[in-house]
């Protein structure tokens, strides 16, 4: 959703409405719960994303948000959405499920990347 949305430049409403109509009969079916809190972070990430890329370009030495692989860049911003605004989640279990993300869409470089930024982060705010 939030490649679509950053990529595809469409609103977050055009993506929410159009995002579950692609049929994959290979893809694991989600529950309504879990295509809910999907979207919930998706919102999230969209409405605050202003607040969102100054706290990982401050633990991005030398990187600018803007420079940044657009993968890379909607995983963190997912990932501080989520340590900011989804206090029940487990630090540890936001950065497991970033580093996955970018296993899966991305390189090892950038696993070694989001990671230390993640790292970085979750010390500032002093999460475990």
Do not use: C
Not at 27 to 45: E, Y
Not at 46 to 55: A, I, Q, W
Not at 92 to 98: F, L, P, Q, S, Y
């Amino acid at each position: 959703m939030l490649y679509q949305w950053e990529v595809g430049r469409s609103s977050l409403d055009e993506v929410l409405t159009t995002f579950w109509l692609h049929d994959d009969s290979q893809a694991v079916t989600l529950s309504d719960d879990h295509r809910s809190f999907a979207q919930k972070l998706a919102a999230g990430v969209v409405d605050t994303v202003g607040n969102l890329d100054p706290v990982i370009a401050e633990s991005a030495e030398h990187w600018r948000i803007e420079r940044m692989n657009v993968l890379d860049r909607l995983i963190l911003r997912l990932a501080v959405y989520e340590f900011l605004h989804e206090a029940e989640t487990p630090a540890r279990v936001i950065i497991n499920e970033a580093l996955e993300l970018a296993r899966t869409f991305s390189n090892d470089d950038s696993v070694r990347f989001i990671n230390g930024i993640l790292d970085a982060i979750r010390r500032r705010f002093e999460r475990e």
